[in-house]
């Protein structure tokens, strides 16, 4: 069980600032020789390599942080912006570790032993539980250490050379933060510049996490810590127990917002839209649950797809506006991520890593996330496609157990969404993963193109209106209104067919037999309209069960509704929320199923128009061939 959030006292770490000072100026480390020469051979730029093996031995190497990294700018003798932060970061890491576990010693009994052992040996399992507990608590520091250089460290690119992990030492915390800096030391010795010294230190602490992290299974005394947040205030650095990207800072997002009155059309998705923003920021960091996860209706996952240039973008930029300005007031934190075509990498495993990053930022349980998927048709590749790189396949792989696999928890802080202008081409199990289908198709009718016009003409003329209510069509709920009983009856040709022959042989539907029988007639017509595709009917019915309008006045003030306890937040939303209706039911069917059809009829639409085009070729080269006999030219 979680012990709830530790916030570590800066009286804490400047204890151990005396103690990190000499640990980044200088201290003798014993490390294993791999048998190689420090001395290069004349000429030659390699280095002797003994023909005994000496894989076991050790030798003592010399530390000096400090001068090490002021040895990288060799001809000034004043420490670059970049050089003094590695320093004060690699120092101020130090005591963090050191007073981490302190922490630790605490919370278990480290602290009680280290007082008996220090008046008299301790014997037997005290002995024993004494130990173990000590290689756990340097394991902490480590890690400790590793991730605050992880999160603090800032850089965009990677070093052109792979890195190698510290060697090692548990013996004691201040041993494991010695290894990490001596491993430290070696990683940026002979950076030519800051920008390699500062590529070279980010990647080394990546690397040390990792490594610490496969060795955890070493430590069997690690429970404390595991379900332990540990909060640095002045730094705003948390560790979440051993998370793989414990604490990360969060860069301001910067970001051009747009205004739900700035969107012509989309009426639906705009509307979802809005009420996902608020949805997000009900979420309670104390019992790490969302109210409406609880209720029903909150959405993790959603598609968004239409023709460019419809609004897919200025969508996100809404929803991004809206929670961030929602965060804001309520002052919880807010991390957005896009995950594109950029982090897809030619390097084995390396697009997996890249996506699986990218879900665990924004699933950060300490804080409001969102993100999206652009274009995931580019970023996710079908799984039957021998086409697409290997990197597509791995992204669909970690989209796919992320957001219904088996260890999927949602907690409602966070959504993502998918947007695409071919839906159609996202593998089929992936697209099922998306609780919600929003038709981004913009402006549509008469109304709309002159809103929109309006809109993006700006003021400098004096052009009249004409005869037209200005944003009439735009009002939110009357048009979803209207929007929504667009739905009462299909709008694909297929599922018109399969809609009039139920209605046709069974009426209009009155009870759950009349709705699984029309479902299980779509399903007859579309292999594709599985239980999941019935789950996410369910999930949007629900969601339009709690179709309430959060009053704007709860967002406007954090005491009014979101500083209250989970429970009074639960009990307010609830009050809001009516029963759904079976009008609602067949909306949220024929929404759904329709955004099928319509993806097939798109694939069919595609494959046929390919074909076309290929008997075309067939047929005009035909006809070259025949011209070229007739002049004697051709040579077949």
Not at 160 to 165: A, F, H, K, Q, T
Not at 288 to 316: C, Q, R, S, Y
Not at 504 to 526: C, N, Q, R, S, V
Request: aromatic share 8%; with cysteine.
């Amino acid at each position: 069980m979680d012990t709830g959030l530790t916030q570590i006292d800066e009286k804490d770490i400047e204890k151990h600032r005396a103690t990190a000072q000499s640990l980044v100026t200088r201290f003798v480390v014993m490390e294993r020789t791999d048998g190689r020469s420090s001395t290069q051979l004349a000429g030659t730029g390699r280095r002797f390599v003994s023909t005994v093996s000496t894989g076991g031995t050790r030798r003592t190497r010399e530390v000096e942080l400090a001068r090490q990294i002021g040895a990288i700018r060799a001809d000034d003798q004043m420490l670059s912006p970049a050089q003094h932060g590695l320093l004060y970061r690699a120092r101020r890491g130090a005591a963090i570790a050191l007073a981490v576990s302190d922490m630790f010693a605490r919370q278990t009994d480290l602290e009680s032993l280290k007082a008996r052992n220090a008046t008299a040996p301790l014997e037997g399992d005290d002995a024993n539980r004494f130990r173990g507990l000590l290689g756990a608590s340097a394991y902490v520091s480590a890690f400790a250490f590793a991730a605050y250089l992880l999160a603090m460290l800032e850089t965009d690119t990677e070093p052109g050379e792979d890195l190698s992990e510290p060697d090692y030492d548990f013996d004691t915390p201040q041993d494991a933060v010695k290894s990490v800096l001596a491993g430290l030391a070696a990683a940026i010795e002979g950076a030519p510049d800051d920008v390699a010294m500062g590529q070279r230190a980010k990647a080394f602490a990546r690397v040390t996490v990792e490594g610490l992290l496969q060795r955890k299974g070493r430590f069997e005394a690690l429970g404390a810590f595991e379900d332990s947040h540990v909060r640095i205030e002045k730094d705003d650095f948390t560790l979440d127990g051993f998370d793989v990207a414990p604490g990360a800072r969060r860069k301001p997002l910067t970001m051009t917002f747009k205004k739900p009155e700035e969107i012509i059309g989309n009426h639906i998705a705009k509307y979802q839209a809005m009420k996902l923003a608020k949805m997000l920021v009900c979420h309670d960091f104390q019992r790490g649950l969302n109210p409406f996860v609880e209720l029903g209706g909150f959405l993790f996952t959603f598609i968004g797809d239409g023709a460019p240039g419809t609004g897919k973008t200025i969508m996100i930029q809404m929803i991004a506006g809206l929670v961030n300005d929602y965060c804001q007031v309520a002052g919880y934190p807010f991390h957005y991520e896009n995950f594109g075509v950029d982090q897809i990498s030619s390097y084995q495993g390396k697009s997996g890593q890249n996506c699986k990053q990218f879900v665990s930022n924004v699933l950060d349980p300490k804080a409001i996330g969102f993100g999206t998927i652009d274009d995931i048709d580019q970023v996710a590749a079908r799984r039957s496609d021998d086409r697409a790189s290997a990197g597509q396949q791995e992204v669909t792989a970690v989209l796919m157990e992320s957001f219904a696999g088996a260890m999927t928890v949602v907690r409602g802080n966070c959504s993502f969404g998918m947007f695409s202008n071919y839906p159609e081409n996202v593998d089929d199990a992936l697209r099922q993963r998306a609780g919600a289908r929003w038709l981004v198709d913009g402006p549509q009718t008469r109304n709309d193109y002159i809103d929109i016009f309006h809109l993006l003409a700006g003021k400098n003329h004096a052009i009249p209106l004409g005869d037209h209510e200005l944003y009439a069509d735009q009002q939110i709920r009357d048009a979803v209104r209207a929007a929504y009983e667009g739905h009462d009856r299909p709008a694909e040709d297929g599922l018109m067919t399969i809609y009039d022959r139920f209605i046709e042989t069974h009426g209009a539907p009155k009870t759950i037999a009349d709705i699984g029988t029309y479902l299980h007639m779509i399903k007859e017509a579309e292999p594709r309209f599985t239980g999941r595709a019935i789950k996410n009917v369910t999930d949007a019915i629900k969601m339009r069960a709690m179709d309430i309008e959060l009053p704007d006045a709860w967002f406007e003030t954090p005491e009014t509704f979101l500083h209250k306890s989970y429970d009074e937040k639960l009990a307010m939303i609830s009050e809001l929320r009516e029963p759904f209706t079976i009008g609602m039911v067949m909306q949220e069917i024929n929404r759904y199923a329709d955004s099928e059809f319509r993806y097939s009829d798109k694939a069919d639409d595609a494959a046929v128009a390919e074909i076309i085009r290929r008997q075309r070729q067939t047929e005009r080269a035909a006809r070259e061939i025949t011209k070229r006999k007739e002049k004697g030219i051709w040579e077949g």
